[in-house]
């Protein structure tokens, strides 16, 4: 079974600068996905950044970078030039690949306080 | 622009009421997932479906069960809710390939007095 483990409850950082957000996954699959969400106060789940396990370069998206160690079982999220939009629960998830159930698992969150 | 939509951000309903909570994707997604979020535990799975008239259980199936008749809806149904299924309910879609990230709804709070 895959697990996600997010050890950081809650974060601060301060405006303009970057925080990193740890992510750990335990799978004995080959193949799968890594995926972070965030979560704002509005409960809306929005997609931020995407890995496959076999890509050999980290993934970005604009300020959003996935720090992904392969042979340590982690995928950190870095969010470079942190904003005060960026305050929100941030989760960390895997997907099993097919013929799997296709579902995510998900971590228990971090929720980012981003400070002025 | 991709759409999940969910029948109501807030539900009020009492003890042994049976409960339907709907969700609709326009995406012409084959996948659709509901979920349960809870504070400290994430997002668990409750049920999944991969085609019409498909479903799987997922983590945490008691007390709940899902009908999809239609490619682009996917119902839970709480026969008789109960206090512990007081909740945030999230639905969500996906298309085939593995890669290809979930759409979720905007969730429904739903409690159970």
């Known amino acids: 079974a895959q697990k996600i483990t997010q050890t950081q409850p809650g974060m601060f950082v301060q405006e303009k600068e970057a925080v990193t957000l740890d992510c750990t996954y335990d799978?004995?699959?080959?193949?799968?996905?890594l995926f972070w969400y965030k979560q704002p106060s509005s409960g809306e789940m929005i997609f931020l950044i995407y890995?496959?396990?076999?890509?050999?370069q980290n993934a970005t998206e604009g300020r959003y970078s996935l720090n992904f160690q392969k042979a340590r079982k982690s995928a950190n999220l870095v969010i470079s030039a942190s904003q005060l939009g960026d305050s929100a629960m941030y989760f960390c998830?895997?997907?099993?690949?097919?013929?799997?159930?296709?579902?995510?698992?998900f971590g228990s969150g971090t929720r980012l306080q981003v400070q002025p | 622009d991709v759409k999940v939509t969910q029948s109501s951000r807030y539900l009020v309903k009492r003890t042994g009421e049976k409960v339907f909570l709907e969700c609709v994707q326009d995406?012409?997604?084959?996948?659709m997932f509901w979920y349960r979020q809870d504070p400290g535990l994430g997002l668990r799975l409750i049920y999944f479906?991969?085609?019409?008239?498909?479903?799987e259980k997922g983590d945490i199936p008691e007390g709940y069960s899902v009908s999809r008749e239609k490619k682009e809806r996917f119902s839970l149904i709480l026969e008789s809710a109960s206090t512990n299924q007081t909740s945030m309910y999230l639905c969500?879609?996906?298309?085939?390939?593995?890669?290809?990230?979930?759409?979720f709804g905007p969730g429904t709070r739903l409690t159970v007095t």
């Open positions: 969500a879609s996906s298309a085939l390939a593995t890669n290809y990230e979930q759409y």
């Open positions: 799978t004995s699959d080959q193949s799968y996905g």
């Open positions: 890995q496959g396990s076999y890509d050999e």
């Open positions: 998830a895997m997907r099993e690949p097919p013929p799997g159930r296709r579902a995510l698992t």
């Open positions: 995406m012409d997604h084959e996948n």
């Open positions: 479906s991969y085609d019409v008239k498909m479903k």
